[in-house]
């Protein structure tokens, strides 16, 4: 009895408290209201009104918040100083895997896939509804259990070499080119070996909890995976199908 409760408490607290959220966004408004109801939450939140002091937060140059190492970055894409494209970017170039969920009045679709592919991790469309934006943090901060154990230089599984932080895989020795779809995924497979995955836990690991497509997007980008890291594709040994489950790494 003693155990379990003890167990509850930290997985309570390790969903809440430990989490320390990064918003960058200058409309003090939204930030206000963002920031009631992140600590609602029970996250610890830290706030930057333009892009420069955001950048001196994660850098550890900033007075007023020194060793503040957030676990997800809250980012408006419209900032003075420096934008949020331009933060992202810098992120991602220096191997910082922290996910990223941008928050932008521009709505467009070019405008999605443009933060998408400079490596934020979700995208909400200002104005939304705090409840959403709450679902959305949960659902990111859950994904980032996943990666951050697989955060390290390099992850070998056989004559697979894989190096998260720079993007590169070596294939028996030979560098293989992969999205950055093949690449997220084949990375959480090498984060556990063995492990069963339904194709809807690849989903929401993978492309998120928004995403709109079925569950054969994931067969496709499997084919894909196995064309270019089996020997023999029809024959798999490392992207295994799991039948009536999903699939698992080896
Ligand atoms: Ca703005």
Do not use: W
């Given at each position: 009895m003693l155990s379990?409760?003890?167990?509850?408490?930290?997985?309570?607290?390790?969903?809440?408290?430990?989490?320390?959220?990064?918003?960058?966004?200058?409309?003090?408004?939204?930030?206000?209201?963002?920031?009631?109801?992140?600590?609602?939450?029970?996250?610890e939140v830290r706030t930057a009104r333009d892009g420069r002091?955001?950048?001196?937060?994660?850098?550890?140059?900033?007075?007023?918040?020194?060793?503040?190492?957030?676990?997800?970055?809250?980012?408006?894409?419209?900032?003075?100083?420096?934008?949020?494209?331009?933060?992202?970017?810098?992120?991602?170039?220096?191997?910082?895997?922290?996910p990223i969920l941008v928050i932008s009045a521009k709505g467009s679709e070019t405008d999605r896939v443009l933060g998408l592919e400079v490596g934020a991790d979700d995208y909400l469309t200002k104005p939304f509804s705090i409840k959403e934006f709450i679902a959305r943090t949960r659902a990111l901060l859950r994904r980032q259990r996943y990666t951050a154990i697989s955060s390290t230089p390099v992850q070998k599984f056989r004559d697979i070499n894989l190096f998260p932080q720079e993007c590169r895989v070596l294939v028996r020795?030979?560098?293989?080119?992969?999205?950055?779809?093949?690449?997220?995924?084949?990375?959480?497979?090498?984060?556990?070996?063995?492990?069963?995955w339904s194709r809807e836990q690849l989903i929401e690991q993978v492309w998120g909890p928004d995403f709109l497509g079925d569950t054969k997007t994931v067969d496709v980008h499997i084919r894909w995976l196995r064309e270019k890291l089996e020997k023999d594709p029809s024959q798999p040994e490392y992207l295994i199908t799991v039948r009536g489950f999903g699939y698992r790494f080896g």
């Open positions: 379990l409760e003890i167990t509850q408490t930290s997985s309570g607290s390790e969903l809440n408290q430990k989490n320390r959220i990064l918003l960058v966004e200058d409309e003090e408004l939204i930030r206000d209201m963002i920031v009631v109801a992140l600590e609602e939450e029970g996250y002091v955001a950048i001196d937060i994660l850098q550890g140059t900033d007075p007023a918040n020194p060793d503040f190492m957030p676990d997800l970055i809250v980012l408006d894409l419209m900032l003075p100083e420096i934008n949020g494209l331009d933060i992202c970017r810098l992120l991602r170039y220096q191997g910082n895997i922290v020795g030979e560098e293989v080119n992969l999205s950055p779809k093949e690449f997220r995924l084949l990375e959480l497979f090498m984060g556990y070996p063995r492990r069963v």
